[in-house]
């Protein structure tokens, strides 16, 4: 079809950092709206009308909490007027942040349409995909349109840009979708600088190739006058009077993006469109291996979070009495004070924006990688990384306090000088709690403590460690570690006499494995550009090289588990020592990989290998709010070489299955090591899962060198998983049995004050309510609707009954009575 009208959106893309500091970026990005109010308050001309889109709704969240009256009134009636849009999305994310973390964005939305402010409309710029639980997120915040305005460097479009289609959410509901060219073409086509003669050329050749496709049924044709964090002016508006004076056969006129999807969406009726379903794996996600340290402090941030709402909620439902007030302010203390309601709630939504503030896609500056010893590029990356310590200093302290208020609430026998474990979840819970005690030594205790409980456990002897040769009995399995292969080379699972080690693997399970390019390449990547890293130039090749060690295993015994430890190492690369962990009666078996590794500048990465044996296999991953199959339940051409998930991968074949979960490391890869193969299909004939730790293969703002000294936590247990035992075992992850050594006697409560039911189908997230009571989140896994009820089980409480959707999500408010 021909192009009979063209649609100018001037909007700029919202980065925080990467032009400049994010302490500067963020705060100039709100005093963009007052600019923009000012360019768009002239009254309404024509074609040639300014016109605005804020790309995310953040800088607008801002501006409406410090403006004036009058000038949020302005705003207000300017989108009513159609001259400005404000979009949902809270910030161009990447696929790190939870469905959780994601809800905060969403929630805030409440907030800019009581002001009056309509939102429609979802802009995502720069990133290469979008975690497929959004989608229904999108549809319950009430925006039906998603528009992915894609950088194609380092990756592949699951369409040609432009295009459009439907993106079906894990509810079966469904977003139109606008894949937009990229935003940056209003600077490189002179839009924005009102470039005309570049401007003609750019846009006339861009209508000549829309005219050539015969999959570009629309007859309008949307431009981007945008780019990297640009402050508002109106200049683009000489490239509309321009254009239409030379054309005046194919108008143009500026647009908002809520109108500009009106006009796309409403002729998409007249034809088939597109309709996929499954995850929109981004291609950029490997630059979440850029920075190892701070993304693993983002996520002990993030679980902090989570569990300071629990045990809070937990106390407030219970009754609060005395808490031993701590006279020091440390950390392994309890709190000097409590906080008031009003107070946690502050320190609560702080964490939630700083954890948004990391999970946004902006990772340095335009010269993190080109000047990696540059000031301004160390800056940036101190910067970035400060939202994610701000938000672990922050969250430690509450869920430190959280926990003391809820386990000197309620009323029991009393018991000191225990391990004291509090669960915040709905399900009873078994699992392995690794606790420190008086600040000299670590022990970990297997912890049965049932839903919205807290139990307490003596605290273990210390036991002394012993070479062992052979191999190792230990719960019900059977250990054989081999430190010149690197790790685990058997696991025995004596309960069904499976082995769960692949015996021909690269290398043992908790093996260290670094991938290097091989001396004289000619890949581009390493002779032209590291922008070449790229599909359009496979490869390069990877040399892998395994850590390997000829010291002695040791074991620790201790009445209930035992801890295995090695060494390895690469000579002038890394060395690393690990630990696996087994307990009797516990399902799961936890590893620990420490890995010390200098700073290096060549390109490379650094993986952790489990090997698993399971044959022909099928791999669920868990994503933000939901589970999907890879390859199967993927966009076409989204990033099979490697995923950033959340916590948990089920790995199901014909031989067994495996629930295997990462709580630092979100990258991983399937099959095998495919780094370089830029893969249009997953090739993945062995179960083995490769945590991706780190690597360095970028070209701007992620960083050149790779260093860490850290351990890396892990979790598996044999199984054969549905998608919903993934996202149950992720959830478990990201929300742990929280556990102290503790002196002060407790008066451990008798029984929990809260029940969901049915037991065991549905997930729930407990927050303290701004309104003194409790909410409880519901999710629903499972493929059926669910008839929940939340019943309090303290006298003085009223939850109710509700119906939850498949995969589907509900809030229930649990409130005093009134007496």
Not at 331 to 355: F, I, K, M, S, T
Not at 405 to 413: D, E, I, K, L, M
Not at 731 to 756: F, K, M, N, T, W
């Amino acid at each position: 079809m021909s192009i009979r009208q063209i649609l100018l959106v001037p909007h700029t893309h919202h980065d925080v950092g990467y032009t400049n500091s994010p302490r500067i970026i963020d705060e100039m990005h709100a005093r963009i709206v007052d600019r923009v109010l000012d360019l768009a308050g002239a009254p309404s001309a024509g074609p040639d009308d300014f016109r605005w889109t804020f790309e995310v709704a953040r800088p607008v969240i801002a501006f409406m909490r410090d403006a004036p009256a009058e000038r949020r009134r302005l705003l207000a009636r300017l989108v009513h007027d159609g001259r400005i849009s404000v979009t949902g999305g809270y910030l161009n994310m990447t696929q790190l942040p939870s469905a959780f973390e994601y809800a905060v964005g969403y929630d805030a939305l409440g907030g800019l349409r009581e002001a009056g402010l309509t939102i429609r409309t979802q802009q995502h710029g720069d990133v290469n995909g979008l975690s497929w639980g959004t989608v229904d997120q999108m549809l319950d915040a009430g925006i039906t349109r998603l528009v992915m305005a894609l950088n194609p460097d380092h990756g592949r479009p699951p369409f040609t840009q432009p295009s459009g289609f439907r993106w079906i959410a894990p509810t079966g509901r469904s977003v139109f979708v606008w894949l937009s060219t990229h935003y940056g073409f209003g600077e490189e086509w002179g839009i924005i600088d009102g470039d005309v003669p570049l401007a003609m050329g750019s846009i006339e050749g861009f209508l000549q190739r829309l005219g050539a496709r015969a999959d570009y049924p629309w007859a309008t044709a949307l431009v981007h006058a945008a780019n990297d964090n640009r402050w508002p002016t109106d200049r683009f508006l000489d490239i509309v009077r321009a254009w239409n004076a030379r054309h005046p056969g194919i108008p143009m006129r500026t647009a908002t993006m809520d109108e500009a999807l009106d006009e796309l969406e409403g002729e998409s009726t007249g034809f088939t469109l597109p309709t996929v379903r499954g995850e929109w794996a981004d291609w950029w996600s490997h630059g979440h291996g850029s920075t190892a340290r701070e993304v693993a402090v983002y996520r002990e941030a993030r679980t902090f979070a989570r569990l300071a709402r629990g045990t809070l909620s937990l106390a407030r439902l219970q009754g609060e009495r005395d808490v031993p007030l701590a006279e020091v302010l440390g950390y392994r203390r309890g709190p000097v004070r409590l906080r008031a309601a009003d107070e946690v709630q502050r320190a609560l939504a702080h964490v939630d924006e700083q954890l948004l503030l990391y999970g946004e896609h902006t990772w340095g500056s335009w010269e993190t990688y080109s000047k990696p010893h540059s000031t301004f590029s160390h800056s940036s990356h101190n910067a970035k990384s400060a939202f994610a310590y701000d938000a672990f200093d922050h969250a430690r302290d509450l869920a430190i306090e959280g926990w003391y208020r809820a386990v000197h609430s309620g009323a029991g026998a009393a018991q000191s000088e225990r391990i004291v474990v509090v669960n915040t979840t709905e399900t009873d819970r078994v699992e392995l709690v690794d606790v420190e005690v008086d600040g000299v030594r670590r022990v970990c205790v297997p912890a049965a403590v049932p839903a919205f409980s807290v139990a307490s456990f003596p605290v273990p002897a210390s036991v002394e460690p012993v070479d062992a040769t052979g191999p190792l009995r230990a719960g019900s399995y059977t250990v054989l570690v081999d430190p010149r292969r690197g790790g685990v080379v058997s696991l025995r699972d004596e309960t069904t006499g499976r082995e769960l080690i692949d015996p021909d693997a690269l290398g043992g399970l908790g093996s260290v494995v670094v991938g290097v390019v091989g001396a004289g390449s000619s890949h581009p990547m390493i002779t032209t550009s590291p922008k070449m890293f790229h599909p359009d130039h496979p490869g390069p090749q990877f040399e892998r090289r395994l850590a390997v060690g000829a010291g002695p295993v040791r074991i620790e015994r201790g009445d209930a588990t035992t801890r295995i430890r090695w060494r390895t190492g690469i000579p002038g690369i890394l060395s690393a020592h690990a630990a696996l962990t087994i307990a009797d009666g516990v399902p799961d078996i936890d590893v620990d990989v420490h890995v010390d590794k200098s700073e290096r500048f060549v390109p490379e990465s650094v993986f952790v290998v489990f090997p698993f044996a399971v044959t022909d296999p099928r791999f669920l991953l868990e994503t933000a709010g939901a589970v999907f199959a890879a390859e199967s339940e993927q966009l076409p051409d989204t990033s099979k070489d490697w995923y950033s998930i959340q916590h948990a991968v089920g790995v199901c074949g014909d031989s067994g299955g495996i629930l295997w979960g990462t709580r630092d490391a979100p990258l991983v890869q399937l099959g095998g090591i495919h780094t370089g193969e830029w893969a249009r299909k997953l090739h993945a004939s062995h179960g083995h899962v490769y945590s991706w730790l780190m690597n360095n293969l970028h070209f701007t703002n992620f960083q050149a060198r790779q260093e860490v000294n850290r351990t890396f936590r892990y979790r598996l247990r044999p199984a054969v998983p549905a998608p919903h035992d993934v996202l149950r075992y992720g959830r478990d992850l990201l929300e742990p049995l929280q556990g102290r050594h503790h002196h002060h006697a407790i008066l451990q409560p008798s029984s929990a004050p809260l029940r969901v039911e049915p037991v065991g189908r549905l997930l729930a997230e407990l927050a303290p309510s701004d309104a003194a009571g409790v909410r409880v989140r519901l999710h629903n896994p499972e493929e059926d609707a669910i008839r929940a009820s939340v019943i309090p089980m303290v006298a003085g409480w009223i939850g109710a009954d509700v119906e939850v959707s498949p995969h589907g999500t509900r809030d229930v408010l649990v409130v005093r009575v009134a007496p």
